[in-house]
């Protein structure tokens, strides 16, 4: 039977599977009867209230975590600020730091609707805040919401019920429409806990996400913290009679409730430690299956009729092309590269058919490309040669130029064409791409001095490196650039003088090397696009900033993706671009790519 069912042809076996399959399904409902569809119905009742129960739990993470990043700014934006290392209000700035965070509060909170308040307490027992004030002398210290951002400083704290806090608000809202959320801010070099930001915001994003879903006429939402307090419900009769215990189940539960049966379901954030819980009817499951048996058994035995008359129909639609692209297969394999498929239709034979004519189309243009692969090989071969012999030819020629120079006493010319003729040399490095720190450090001695001839006074540069690492190897070039960025950018934009200093220090298994100059400085956007950009994989900018993407590029190809350059700026105060390269492990050479 297998012989005979597969040496029929194509469309013959295709009516038969068509009608089997079809046959199939309706044979199985026939016996299995109902049963089946009352399950299929419950379960589908029960998976859709398990997606709303995710759905609704998945947009608080979000929200929560949207609000953990507007925290995260106003931390960065503030703890470098004096305000907390101040010990009274009567210390100097207080007034003009107050005012300034003061500032920085009141624009997150007035451009993000859902934030009723914002309030910054420090380790000195003093505050700002928007709208928000003591209530008494009390220190915060013994807040619990200051305690418990103090204890955990890496993790936000959630705080569902804000009664009893020493802090009253002039806003209007009130401490039952709101949850807390507190974020210790810390010291970036030592760790230590400078303050506390705690933030009120509104139910309105759980309130939205919940009342935007529904399971069934009965069934509805709410949201636990871990402490059994209900963060949000909306208006029901029974939540105040579901049973912690019934939510915590690791099981759905089904329960009575006031006559009714319901089951309940619960999901547990990991990232805010609540609870979403679903609670939904399942005497509405039951109603409706009746309803659904009957179209289900209705469908069956029109698609069965269907089956049978449209498969004769569909069959030939569907072997005819395939045939068709049989028979190209053929003339193309016996050498005729002119044959092309052509079909209407854009379906799966219609994509398969372009990829034949594509492959056809390819393997032709292959074919020439062999015949001049070859020419173009030679023609390359002498180009990089003639390449080659022009930096050699200037090095050779300023080498002349210094003995000259040499002759005639003029030593202020004999340094600068030395210099200028090691630069060369290294940078030639007979074909070399890794070269040893100490010729990169003299590489970037020789550009420095050079660049000192030409700006005298308005330019000093400084170079410590640990002659401990001259014989580490690294990529060659990957200083002279930011050196060069540092001068023009940098120094000579700044009035009067300026200094550039060169650093290089192993750091644990890291070798960081700094570039760092008292020039112009940046605007903070412009380093943290800087910053941003070459975190990611994005294309090289030949008009902005070519060479910090140029050293990344070079930096990511010998050591992988970990290392790379990162920029610290501030206008006004200079420019600090570091490089991190592994201490032990070797580049990798671009050839070997």
Request: with cysteine; hydrophobic share 40%; glycine share 6%.
């Amino acid at each position: 039977m297998k012989d005979l069912l597969l040496n029929v042809s194509l469309r013959t076996r295709m009516l038969l599977s068509n009608i089997v399959v079809a046959l199939i399904p309706f044979l199985m409902f026939s016996i299995v009867s109902g049963s089946i569809f009352l399950d299929h119905a419950q379960k589908t009742a029960e998976e859709h209230s398990v997606q709303l129960i995710h759905q609704v739990s998945n947009s608080m993470d979000v929200y929560v975590e949207t609000i953990e990043k507007m925290v995260n700014y106003i931390q960065l934006e503030l703890q470098d600020t004096p305000f907390f290392t101040m010990e009274t209000e009567d210390a100097p700035g207080w007034e003009s730091e107050t005012d300034y965070i003061r500032s920085v509060l009141e624009n997150v909170a007035n451009s993000h609707r859902e934030v009723a308040g914002i309030f910054i307490a420090t380790k000195e027992d003093l505050y700002v805040s928007t709208g928000m004030s003591r209530i008494s002398r009390d220190p915060f210290q013994n807040e619990r919401w200051y305690r418990e951002a103090s204890e955990n400083p890496e993790e936000i704290q959630l705080i569902s019920v804000v009664t009893g806090r020493n802090i009253v608000t002039n806003r209007s809202y009130s401490i039952d429409d709101v949850f807390s959320l507190a974020k210790a801010v810390q010291d970036p070099e030592t760790g230590e806990v400078l303050g506390v930001i705690l933030l009120d915001i509104r139910h309105d994003i759980i309130q939205s996400s919940i009342n935007g879903v529904t399971i069934g006429e009965k069934g509805f939402v709410f949201v636990m913290d871990q402490e059994d307090n209900i963060v949000y419900t909306p208006v029901n009769g029974i939540v105040y009679r579901v049973n912690p215990k019934w939510v915590k189940a690791m099981e759905p539960m089904s329960v009575q409730i006031q006559g009714g049966s319901y089951q309940i379901r619960s999901e547990l954030s990991p990232y805010t430690g609540w609870r979403t819980v679903g609670v939904f009817s399942m005497d509405e499951v039951m109603s409706s299956v009746n309803t659904i048996v009957y179209i289900l058994f209705t469908c069956v035995i029109i698609s069965l009729v269907l089956v049978v008359i449209v498969s004769f129909k569909f069959s030939r639609t569907l072997t005819n092309p395939i045939f068709k692209l049989k028979r190209l297969m053929k003339q193309a394999e016996s050498g005729d590269l002119t044959v092309r498929f052509n079909f209407q239709h854009n379906d799966e034979i219609g994509e398969l058919g372009q990829s034949f004519n594509h492959m056809i189309a390819r393997i032709d243009q292959l074919i020439q490309m062999v015949y001049v692969e070859q020419e173009n090989k030679r023609t390359a071969e002498m180009k990089s040669l003639q390449e080659q012999i022009k930096p050699h030819f200037l090095y050779n020629t300023l080498d002349t130029i210094s003995w000259m120079a040499r002759d005639y006493d003029a030593e202020d010319i004999v340094r600068l064409v030395d210099a200028l003729t090691n630069m060369f040399r290294i940078g030639l490095s007979h074909g070399k791409d890794i070269i040893t720190v100490k010729e990169e450090i003299t590489h970037v001695s020789n550009y420095l001095y050079i660049q000192k001839i030409r700006y005298k006074d308005k330019l000093n540069y400084v170079i410590h490196v640990d002659e401990s690492l001259y014989a580490i190897e690294v990529p060659k070039l990957i200083l002279q650039p930011l050196v060069e960025n540092a001068i023009y950018h940098g120094v000579k934009a700044k009035r009067g003088g300026g200094t550039i200093t060169i650093t290089g220090v192993p750091e644990g298994e890291n070798l960081v090397f700094t570039v760092q100059d008292n020039g112009a400085g940046m605007p903070q956007e412009k380093v943290e696009e800087l910053n941003r950009r070459m975190s990611e994989r994005s294309v090289l900018d030949e008009q902005k900033s070519f060479g910090l993407f140029y050293i990344r590029e070079r930096i990511q190809l010998c050591y992988g993706t970990g290392y790379g350059v990162h920029v610290e700026s501030a206008l006004g105060e200079g420019t600090r671009v570091t490089i991190t390269l592994p201490l032990y492990q070797k580049p990798k050479k671009f050839d070997e790519e």
